[in-house]
Each structure stands twice: as structure tokens, then as C-alpha cells.
């Protein structure tokens, strides 16, 4: 928060978005270009919803219909030409949607032919989110149920063991990528926490409402 030196560290802000208007400052000398790399980000965000409307619906017209609302409803286009975390964070949940859907449909056909790149991808995504938007640190817990009710109640092929070893591998690869960060807040506010900004947010905006 300190304007004039020495900075000192918080634990309000987490590291994802800065680095992202960082590279266009660094690249280009100016901090806007971030909003162009935003605003393709929409595009691409609109993109993969329509990978995952083909995967999931028949009806392409219906398809069109939904990334077009999405495409242009006053929030996608408002939070892209701002400095906020949103358009970052629904651009990687999409695209983690997007290959968890993938993988899971490779379960349904064959236990052995299961893609990994996928099931990687989406475990990679998943601590990225939280590093963007810490309300997100327990997204992990909604794929791992997805994939339980994909083995019990639908028709994948994956034995208890296997699923048991892909959910350990999930949270492992999330504190994994978590933990600079946790270790980081840990060593300069003593608290092994992501940030402040979940309580935060919960007392300020959720409660009230």
C-alpha cells in the first residue's frame, strides 16, 4: 500500500494479476496494454465456451446463442477495459472447464486410455485461480465431486484405487504451487495463509447482503 519507499509487503494481494500488467509495462512501457491482452482474453474465454457447448449440447444454435450473451453483456465487456482480476480469472476457470470436461469424457471410454494432459492442465489451473482470486482455494474440492459422481453415478470406467490417487495428486500439485506464496506470507506475517482478502471479502461484501 506504501507509496513512498520502503514498500512493505501485504498479504491482501495476491501475485497472478500483477504479473499480468506487469509484462505489457515491462514489454511495451505502459501499463495499458494490459487491457488489449484483456480484452482478447474475452475472446478467447467466449472461444472455449463454445469447445464446451459442442461437448456437451447438440443443438450449435443454442451453442452461438450463450457465448454471444456472453460475449456482450455489460459485464464481459466492463470489466475488460478495467484493471480488475475478473476477465484473467474467468478466461483460466473456462479453460480449466473446459479440459476437466475433456478428461472426464476420456474416463467414460476407457480406464487405460484416459488423457493426463488434461487432468495436468486442469490441476495446473486450479492454484493459478487461487493465486488470481483467493476465494478460490477451494475449488479443488467441486472437480474432485465432479469426478466421484462421474465414477459412482455415471458410466466412468475408473477403479477406487485410481481415483483416490488422482484426487491426492490434485491437492498435492495445488499446495505445490500454493506453497512459494503460503511460504512467503508465512515468513513476513507469520500466518500460513493465502491472503487476507477472504475474510475480508466475506465480512465486507457477503455478510451484509
Not at 515491462?26 to 482478447?40: P, T, V
Not at 478466461?91 to 476420456?106: D, E, G, H, T
Not at 472437480?143 to 484405487?161: D, R, T
Amino acid at each position: 500500500w506504501d507509496r513512498v519507499e520502503p514498500y512493505r509487503h501485504n498479504k491482501f494481494r495476491t501475485p497472478v494479476y500483477p504479473i499480468l500488467i506487469l509484462l505489457p509495462r515491462y514489454l511495451f512501457g505502459y501499463y495499458e496494454a494490459a487491457l488489449i491482452i484483456q480484452a482478447i482474453l474475452i475472446f478467447l474465454s467466449g472461444y472455449i465456451m463454445y469447445l464446451i457447448g459442442l461437448e456437451c449440447f447438440k443443438n450449435k444454435k443454442l451453442v452461438f446463442l450463450s457465448v454471444g450473451i456472453f460475449l456482450f453483456m455489460p459485464f464481459s465487456l466492463n470489466v475488460s477495459v478495467k484493471f480488475l482480476t475478473q476477465t484473467l480469472f474467468m478466461f483460466m476457470l473456462i479453460l480449466a472447464v473446459w479440459s476437466w470436461i475433456k478428461f472426464l469424457k476420456s474416463l467414460f471410454v476407457d480406464k487405460h486410455g484416459q488423457n493426463k494432459n488434461y487432468f495436468l492442465l486442469t490441476s495446473f489451473l486450479l492454484p493459478i485461480l487461487a493465486l488470481t482470486r483467493p476465494i478460490a482455494q477451494y475449488i479443488p474440492i467441486v472437480f474432485l465431486l465432479s469426478l466421484a459422481y462421474s465414477v459412482y453415478f455415471g458410466q466412468a470406467k475408473l477403479p477406487l484405487k485410481q481415483l483416490s490417487k488422482l484426487g491426492g495428486l490434485m491437492v498435492a500439485i495445488f499446495f505445490l504451487v500454493l506453497s512459494p506464496w503460503l511460504i512467503r506470507n508465512y515468513r513476513s506475517f507469520g500466518v500460513f495463509e493465502l491472503s487476507s482478502i477472504v475474510p475480508y471479502q466475506l465480512y465486507f461484501y457477503e455478510v451484509p447482503d
